[in-house]
């Protein structure tokens, strides 16, 4: 409980760390107000989680703290950053696979370590361990985690408004416990009307894992179908995102649709998300809120790496309402429940989570 104490305190005094605002040496500022091109980068999570409806157990109610903290130097066409990430839970590491967790509650790690260079404005090559560069859904994956690997990017300008994004990579997964998979992604994002009133994107992306025995033999596949401890499909996803966004009132508003199907299985295959948001939590004094609903067959999606905060990661659907509130625009509180069920249960599972975050 003391070490939990400390993440706490360490972890509020970052939040006040990211509001200095009015100096450059925390937010960076632009390269000609910070001469040395070194920014301070990270974010700060406090969570409350209660979980009640669980089939043979006693509701889960912890508390968990996660601080990521670590620079960022750039000049020229070249990028350099680093960042350890520390974490604390009430909670034990040994409950972390049957709470379906992707990270441990307990733990100190390297969570970003990468260069990037970038020849022109529009194209970037990145390698290392950084966050993923292929823009998913909570559908197909989970943005805390941290792939290894190499990845290239290309913007292509249409006008004034329109853009086609261009990207993929090849990565090893770095799961729990001494994770061996690969990942190749690739994604075109096609967005229109970028910055008027009303906007859009159409976005497909393909997802390739392999060399998944160590998922499946660690129990993190979950919810997926295994056979004598092999999965019954291989996991080839198509994935597709349709948005659709409007800034022509005084709320911001966007509406989502992600469509999924797992080419290398031959059931169980698909997989559909929706989500709707009016409002944004981060400008300060500002409300969010949001209503998402997620169905997933039992094969649709590499149960390994889609979002934990989601109680199951396939074989299940699910409503999530959340609202949001924006202390500053670095610092923002979210209460968000979750009502879900697996497809051969009766009950739902209710999960509440409670978070605040600062970044920067």
């Known amino acids: 409980m003391l070490r939990f104490r400390a993440a706490i305190v360490l972890a509020l005094a970052s939040g006040a760390v990211s509001a200095q605002s009015d100096d450059p040496l925390f937010t960076g500022g632009d390269e000609a107000e910070n001469a040395s091109g070194i920014d301070w980068i990270g974010d700060v999570l406090l969570r409350r989680d209660q979980v009640n409806g669980l089939e043979n157990r006693e509701p889960v109610d ?21 960042a350890v990430e520390l974490s604390q839970g009430s909670d034990a590491n040994k409950d972390n696979r049957r709470n379906n967790d992707n990270e441990e509650s307990d733990d ?34 989970d943005d805390a985690m941290r792939p290894v690997g190499v990845s290239v990017s290309h913007d292509i300008a249409f006008g004034e408004l329109d853009r086609l994004r261009l990207a993929g ?22 967005t229109f009307r ?35 401890g092999r999965l019954v499909s291989d996991y080839e996803l198509l994935d597709v995102q349709f948005a659709l966004r409007s800034s022509a009132w005084e709320i911001p508003f966007e509406a989502r649709l ?9 059931q169980q295959r698909d997989g559909a998300r929706f989500s709707t948001v009016f409002g ?21 999606v590499m149960a390994a790496f889609n ?3 989601w109680w199951f990661h396939s074989f299940m659907r699910g409503f999530m309402p ?39």
Do not use: M
């Open 194 to 228: 970028e910055g008027a009133p009303w906007s859009g994107e159409v976005a497909l992306a393909y997802l390739d894992f392999d060399d998944l025995e160590d998922i499946v033999r660690e129990g993190l596949a979950r919810t997926n179908r295994r056979v004598s």
């Open 108 to 141: 100190a790690n390297v969570d970003e370590l990468y260069a990037r260079w970038s020849p022109t404005d529009a194209t970037s090559v990145t390698l290392g361990k950084t966050a993923f560069p292929v823009a998913l859904t909570p559908l197909v994956w």
């Open 307 to 309: 979002a934990s905060d």
């Open 322 to 360: 959340w609202v949001g509130y924006g202390i500053t625009d670095n610092v923002s509180v979210r209460l968000a429940g979750f009502f879900e069920r697996r497809d051969d249960q009766r009950e739902d599972v209710e999960r509440l989570l409670l978070d605040v975050r600062a970044s920067w």
């Open 280 to 300: 944004t939590s981060r400008v300060a004094d500002s409300w969010e809120l949001g209503l998402a609903y997620e169905r997933i067959q039992r094969d649709a």
């Open 62 to 82: 912890r508390v968990r703290a996660r601080g990521r903290f670590g620079l960022r130097w750039q000049r020229d066409a070249w990028e350099f950053g680093g």
């Open 169 to 190: 990579g090849y990565f090893a997964g770095d799961h729990l416990y001494g994770d061996d998979s690969r990942i190749g992604a690739l994604q075109a994002a096609w």
């Open 258 to 266: 992600d469509l999924v199907r797992n080419l290398g299985a031959d």
